[in-house]
T-cell receptor, first 115, second 114 residues
């Protein structure tokens, strides 16, 4: 099965600086990579995703990059704000034939934005 | 849309008792997933359903865990008998078929088994 490694486990950055979270996956056939943000006491919420036929995707202050050869993908948050403080999870999955499957998650990164 | 609804939000029980967690997926979603979150193991998939049919239950820890989906708008996860190591946050998520991969998570049920 798929195995996803995520680093770092904790990341502290100054407000306004950039934050980068990295993940590696084991199954080269995986083709969908979502990122979830989990705030205290809430369920994970999708913030951005990328498919294997795309190398980079941006949505305002957040971006995700994918290197299929190296089997790793990263989340980039620019101009960080206090509300970005949360736990971030990467995940990987193989989708085929329109069928959904369960996600394999990384262990999470606790992002702390220092004022 | 109300999103995925889970109940109860918190549950405290004693070892050996039966626990039932409930989930109402987003209307129209064909897939329903049950995950468990702990500090040690992170987020783990327990079981998922497609059109009310269990597809993969390989993540269910042991026979003490069972899940049902009697109709498209309701699912339960039952633990009987419960043990302290079952203490965790249990999430339900749902998603559309037809290539829609986004899974929408509920707020979770925080379970504490004493």
């Amino acid at each position: 099965g798929e195995n996803v490694e995520q680093h770092p486990s904790t990341l502290s950055v100054q407000e306004g600086d950039s934050a980068v979270i990295k993940c590696t996956y084991s199954d080269s056939a995986s083709n969908y990579f979502p990122w979830y943000k989990q705030e205290l006491g809430k369920g994970p919420q999708l913030i951005i995703d990328i498919r294997s036929n795309v190398g980079e995707k941006k949505d305002q202050r957040i971006a995700v990059t994918l290197n299929k050869t190296a089997k790793h993908f990263s989340l980039h948050i620019t101009e960080t704000q206090p509300e970005d403080s949360a736990v971030y999870f990467c995940a990987a999955i193989l989708y085929s034939g329109g069928g959904a499957d369960g996600l394999t998650f990384g262990k999470g990164t606790h992002l702390i934005i220092q004022p | 849309d109300a999103g995925v609804i889970q109940s109860p939000r918190h549950e405290v029980t004693e070892m050996g008792q039966e626990v039932t967690l409930r989930c109402k997926p987003i209307s129209g979603h064909d897939y329903l997933f049950w995950y468990r979150q702990t500090m040690m193991r992170g987020l783990e998939l327990l079981i998922y359903f497609n059109n009310n049919v269990p597809i993969d239950d390989s993540g269910m820890p042991e026979d003490r865990f069972s899940a049902k989906m009697p109709n498209a708008s309701f699912s339960t996860l039952k633990i009987q008998p419960s043990e302290p190591r079952d203490s965790a946050v249990y999430f339900c998520a749902s998603s559309l078929n037809q290539g829609q991969e986004t899974q929408y998570f509920g707020p979770g049920t925080r379970l504490l088994v004493l």
